[in-house]
Structures are given as C-alpha cells and as structure tokens.
C-alpha cells in the first residue's frame, strides 16, 4: 500500500469511525457516514480495491440499517400495544425532537410523542406509558441492529482493502 493509499484508507476509517459515533449520537448520520468513507476511498483508489459493486453492497446496507432503526421504533411501540395514534405520535415525536432537541431530542421526541398522542386518543395513562417503553425499547434493538450492520460495513471494506 502505497503512501497515498494509506492516508486515504486512515481518513476514511476516521469518517466510518464518525459515523459509528452516529449510533450512539443520533444526529450523525451514521451508516450513511460509514459508506461515504469507503466511497471516497473507492474513488480516490480509482475503485482498484473497493469496486464499484462492494460500494453499491454498502449503499445497500446503509439504507437497510437506516429503515430497520426507524422501523424500530414503530414495532416496539406495536409489539406493546400502541394504537395508530401512538405510531402518528412516534413520528411527530421524531420531527419534533430533531428539530427542538438535537440528539437527546430525536431520542425522548418519539418516546413522548407515542405516550402524548396515546392519551390524546384516549388510552390511559398506564397503557400509554407502555407503549412509549415499547418506543425505547424497539430504539433500543433498532439501535443494536445499526450497531451490527456498521460494524460489518466496516470489516467488509477493510477486508477488500487488504485482502480484496
């Protein structure tokens, strides 16, 4: 590996590690992240290495990693019982949280949008309040799910890099 190839390859791993930080920290965008450092790798290598089929494969995988988080959420607050006013307070949270919260925000916005929108449908506080658990809890897997997904973008480009 020559010079140049190495300074790329050690500032695309300190991109991919930004967006690992993503998954803790949600207003980085993460996979999406991850896949922009193997892409300025491909193209800076002109796609020697990484080709152009391994990027289309990550692209592929951030965009899943993307849907399965967000999904998370919805399916969490499902699997405990939230009406469709809890799933419409989910997403109201999330666009709310962003946009008055930043990070801490995209994460407690979904949580009290389910829990508000529930009672606002008429559920009870207790049931509410379970299906705003249910909210953070399918974060939660969401969130262990990216956690997987990122870490195998990772091993999969630096695989193809040494030994592709």
Known sequence: ??????AIFVISLIIMMMGMAGIIVPIIPSTPLIWVGAFIYAIST???????L????LALMAIFSVVLENLGNVYGAKKFGATRWGIIGSFVGTGAGFF??????????????TIVFELIGGKGYRGALKSGVG????????SLLKLLIGLAM???????????
């Open 1 to 6: 590996m020559e010079v140049w190839d190495s």
């Open 100 to 113: 008055m919260g930043g990070p801490v925000g995209l994460i407690l916005g979904p949580i009290v949008g």
């Open 154 to 164: 990772i091993s999969l480009f630096v695989w193809k890099v040494f030994f592709g």
């Open 46 to 52: 002109h796609f020697e290495k990484v080709t152009w």
């Open 135 to 142: 909210n953070f809890v399918g974060f939660l897997g969401g």
């Open 54 to 57: 391994m990027v289309l494969l």
